[in-house]
């Protein structure tokens, strides 16, 4: 499993969760936000959202054409890999919303990538 933070207007909103490469997502707001909705596909009135495929909205993000194909070349990403494909532009992402890998940290190894188990 993997997770990223999602940000609306810099302010931590939620966070994207791939359950199962490329059939199984879930997007969970945070129990304490009050700003604008990550869409208006996605209202904040709702706090989990589940999907089967890759979430349209992040979908909808993602570059196409000649920047698809340089992303996937640069960042040696396999082109079914949405969910990194969105991690690599996650910063420079049209609109508002900005997205990040999130991550833990073990006292052992220092900062690695979120493993599935949210200490929180």
Known sequence: MRKAKVFVSDNEAGA???????S???????????GLPV???????????????????????LPEGYQLEGLLKT?????????????????????NVTVKEAFDYDSNDGIRPFNGEDKS
């Open 24 to 34: 199984a997502y879930k997007f969970i707001y945070l129990e304490n936000y009050k």
């Open 39 to 61: 869409s208006v596909t996605m209202p904040t009135t709702q706090k989990i959202y589940e999907f089967n495929t890759f979430p349209p909205f992040f979908d909808g993000l």
């Open 75 to 95: 960042g040696k990403i396999d082109r079914n890999d949405m969910f990194s494909q969105l991690i690599a532009v996650g910063d420079d992402l049209v609109g």
């Open 16 to 22: 994207l969760y791939e359950l199962k490469f490329g």
